[in-house]
């Protein structure tokens, strides 16, 4: 609504409504309320044809129109929004409720029978006629439960683990790498990581011995079960479970992620030695060989069509992060997938055009070097290294970076072939000395083979 306003008022009399004089002042009172109780009802004098302020016949009464509606409608409409905003809040509630896990007889406490936990279907393992341990299966919020509840029956105990940290607080903490939780965390909800199994311990020096129910294969205990394996993954899993927690519908349910369980009963000696033996026993894999199988590594694409398509193929050290001297290898898979990350490729296509890229950067590089990176015996090779630094590991990632430079240069291999020109890479160029200790050692570290890789780009593209 309008108000048009052509004189100003110096008296107004008469309509308690619309204002009062103020006493030493010519100016009126307005009552707002008043006012704003008139427009909800359609009553209001106030509105267009207002022309005189001398003349009451001017005014006209207002008429209502499509888009005004009355204070009552209004409070109707108020009303039924509310309404079913708070409908849309109670469905969501419910929604929440019914995602919220609780636990099955899987993890039932049972109370009554005084047992801190009690787990159901457990598969016994026997070893000369006597059982070993116990297999079963629970799923990722069970065992949360187990281990983050008020009462936990699922415990680190640091004497059979890795130890603990000492805060500036002076409290002690388990000593758990919150980059392998995270990194295990996100593995398993992109269903990338199989997670493995969970080891635990129900200690011989506790009062109360293990019991299982045979009839029912039902194994329970009034103790805890120490973690002897697989501590990171159980506050990957505290995590996880937090979160859907608190809102079941933004993160992948826990409650599908289900993992085995091996429950021993041994004395404190040897629940340390099967820590030892669930994380050393086993033969560590070479990062080379543990980069090959890695199928989730986005960058793959590119080392393959390198290795499949350029003359790298069967120069590639596939098993072992390091090359001998006895081989005519001349780099590591692990090296070569490394390095293709400064690319940054973000679709496959992509990808797959660096891929071709760096075919002819290496067909090129390797024809320009042929008595160092060519089919030659590894006699040779060996002597080639102790006259320049082609074959040198630190100065491969300088490859790669002069790669990047020139890739979206024309005639880049003019400018590459300058790397052969005048004893560029020999050891006696005095231009590597920065990098040399003790006559001939290369001192490996990051800052020096980042400015190897500076010198070299310099170099072809000025």
Sequence with gaps: MIFKFDNKIENMEGDTNMGKKNKGNSNPVIDINAIKDEIFNGMSEAGAGFENSNAKDNWEEPQKTNDQMSK????????????????????????????????????????????????????????????????????????????????PSIIYESSIQRGVRTTAKGEEKPLIYTSNVKTILSKMLDGSMDAGQVLLNYAKEYPEPLNFNEDNNTLSGQGALAICDAAHRLEAMKIWCKRFKKDPLSIKDPRQFYIPVVIFNLNHEEAENLFVEANSKGKAVSKTRLAFHDVFNENRKIVDIIESKSLLKGKIELVSGTISKSSNKIITYKTLLDNVAQFKASTPKEAEEIGLYLVKFWDTLINLFPKSMGNVDPEIKTEQNKQNFVLQNMFISGYFAVANELREVNNWENKLKKLAENDFLSRSNPIWSFCLREGDKIVNSSKVQKQIAEKMCDYVME
């Design 72 to 151: 009552e409608e209004f409070n109707s409409d108020y009303n039924e929004l509310q309404k079913k905003n708070e409908d849309d809040e109670r469905l969501k509630q419910r929604l929440r409720m019914q995602n919220v896990p609780s636990l099955s007889n899987k993890t039932r406490i049972e109370e009554e029978k005084g047992n801190l936990w009690s787990i159901s279907n457990c598969q016994p393992i026997f070893r000369n006629g006597f059982i070993y341990k116990w297999i079963t299966t629970l799923n990722c919020y069970q065992l949360n439960e187990m281990y983050s509840g008020k009462t």
